[in-house]
């Protein structure tokens, strides 16, 4: 059975951070707007969103290295560091825009303060990690990062770290208490009741199986109810794809000529979690590696306090793998039905460019559990296999296309694919991923609706405040943004909850 349902203003489809952020900035900003979501699981935030999928860290390049790349000339490119920091205070002052006006409620249930750190060993990384900090700690968002490379000084900051460490090698580590945990799962459960409060319509167990463009210039989406089995046709003027890893086969469907010639490369990841309280509580931290050579940049290895279920844990990973689905509960047949006539010469010369990923990803999924203690013995010396076990994480679709210079490159990054008329819109890729959904989803609305922009600029100004405005040349702006927010979303010492 079939039934064809009267057009709408807005489809999101999929149930993920990335659509609820959408749905909630034009909430504020065309509230008469009619929205509806569909998504195929039976809640949201099921996917890459849920906190066990991925590793919760606010990314704002507070430890992160790879943001910061060494010049050929020794000096540190700090570019990318102040971006992805000015895309996270994006994110911090909508989620405190939508606390302050009771929009959502209680943001320890999502966003707790903890200090962010990196680790580093060996006298070059130790020099690179001095020079790292001395430029970073010029620039207002990273003032009050602290450096040091006295052991008895790191026992301090990470007591379960140095325990039981005999190597001689110079070690260092640099510390910043403004970084946070956040729990993207909670996040966008909370973000979805609100849409339902403000009625928007969402299905669950709905798998949009097809997009086509009609004659009048509507969308009509395709949407299985699993539940019955019944086929809908739901029409639309505005399509956006927040499908995760199932955003690329669906783009693929609509034909449009921005989705040719673009692949995806499904990148898997599994943690190793620890629940024991007497370990747990030796911890209060993110500390953040260094990858190893010929490691994609997401697998950097990073031992986190998580905040989840009410309860804090230890995650440590990931460790990346492939398989070939394109979201966890996925199809093995994934990988291979996104490979069509337009895009098989992009990713075959990804495949014949990125041997050493690829063995290096094989390598990843002959781990055997033994070997990842061995991996995380150089976090924790002293880890016992006992107290650690093994989460599965989610599905990270890579995305490879063409670039001016080069066939079939393999990006880490995150990508708004949009029709020219701005009537269908998808995000592709995964890093830096939930932490920008706000920059992200800004940017969906600057492709698709240009011609808005003028009429919400104020609205969105008195949401977020440094939009389109650089915080690294305005110090002042983002103290006042930085106090404001770590006030409404709980992160002042004063406010913070260290054991639960
Ligand atoms: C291992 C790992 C670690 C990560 N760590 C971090 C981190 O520390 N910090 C950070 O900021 N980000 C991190 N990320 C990235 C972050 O999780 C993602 O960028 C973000 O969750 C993506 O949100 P989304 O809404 O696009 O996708 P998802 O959360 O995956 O949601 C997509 C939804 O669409 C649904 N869907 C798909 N196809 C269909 C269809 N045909 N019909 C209906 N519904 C459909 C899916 O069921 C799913 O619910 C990590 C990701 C991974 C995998």
Redesign the pocket.
């Known amino acids: 059975m079939s039934s064809i349902q009267k057009a709408t203003d807005v489809i999101l ?8 952020t959408l749905g909630s900035l034009l909430k504020q900003l065309a509230p008469e707007w009619e929205i509806k979501v ?4 039976s809640s ?7 906190e066990w ?7 704002a390049a507070l430890c992160e290295l790879n943001y910061t790349p060494e010049k050929a000339d020794g000096s540190i490119d700090i570019t990318k560091a102040i971006h992805v920091n000015e895309q996270f205070q994006l994110s911090r002052q909508f989620w405190s825009y939508l606390v302050k006006s009771d929009l959502i409620h209680n943001p320890q249930g999502f966003i707790r303060p903890l200090p962010h750190m990196s680790l580093v060993e060996g006298e070059n990384e130790v020099t690179f990690l001095k020079k790292r900090y001395k430029a970073l700690s010029a620039i207002p968002m990273f003032q009050g990062m602290k450096f040091s490379d006295d052991p008895e000084k790191l026992k301090e900051w990470m007591p379960l770290v140095m325990e039981g460490r005999t190597s001689t090698e110079p070690i260092a580590a640099t510390k910043i208490d403004s970084g946070t945990d ?1 729990n ?1 799962g909670a996040l ?1 459960r909370m973000l979805f009741e609100h849409l339902e409060d403000q009625h928007v319509e969402i299905h669950y167990k ?4 097809d997009i086509k463009r009609e004659s009048d210039g509507l969308w009509e989406v395709k ?1 299985k109810n699993l539940t019955t089995g019944t086929v809908e046709f739901h029409k639309t003027k505005f399509v956006f794809i ?6 690329l ?2 783009l693929q469907k609509t034909g449009i000529p921005e989705s040719k010639q673009i692949g995806g490369f499904p990148v898997s ?1 599994l ?1 190793l979690v620890c629940n024991n309280p007497e370990i747990v509580d030796r911890h209060h931290a993110k500390v953040y590696g260094k990858a190893k050579v010929g490691a994609p940049p ?1 697998s950097v290895p990073h031992l986190d306090t998580r905040f989840i279920d009410n309860k804090k844990t230890l995650l440590f ?2 460790f990346a793998g492939f398989s070939p689905k394109f ?1 966890k ?1 996925g199809s093995n047949l994934d990988l291979i039905r996104s490979v069509k006539p337009d895009n098989i010469v992009t990713m075959l010369a990804a495949g014949m460019k990125e041997l050493d990923l690829t063995k290096y990803l094989i390598e990843q999924v002959m781990l055997s559990n033994e070997k990842r203690m061995e991996e995380l013995r150089e976090f924790i010396p002293n880890a016992k296999s006992e107290d650690w076990g093994v989460v599965v ?4 679709v890579q995305v490879i296309k063409d670039t001016e210079s080069s066939k079939g490159t393999l990006q880490f990054g ?1 990508e708004v694919v949009h029709a020219s008329d701005g009537s269908v819109a998808a ?1 592709l890729g ?8 706000v920059n992200v989803m800004l940017e969906v609305l600057e492709k698709c609706f240009p011609e808005k922009m003028f009429e919400w600029k104020d609205k969105i100004m008195e949401m977020i405040p440094s939009y389109g405005i650089s915080l690294a040349a305005n110090p002042e702006l983002f103290h006042e943004i930085q106090e404001s927010t770590a006030h409404v979303l709980g992160l002042n010492d004063k406010q913070q909850v260290h054991s639960m």
Do not use: D
């Open positions: 489809i999929g149930a993920g951070v990335m659509s609820a569909f998504e195929k699981l949201a935030g099921e996917e890459s969103s849920n999928n991925n590793a919760g860290t606010g990314h956040v993207f966008t709905h798998s949009v199986n949407v927040g499908g995760g890893g199932g955003s086969p669906l990841g943690f997401m990973g990931p979201l509960t994480a989610g599905q990270r995150t995000l995964a890093s830096p991923g939930a932490s920008t959904a």
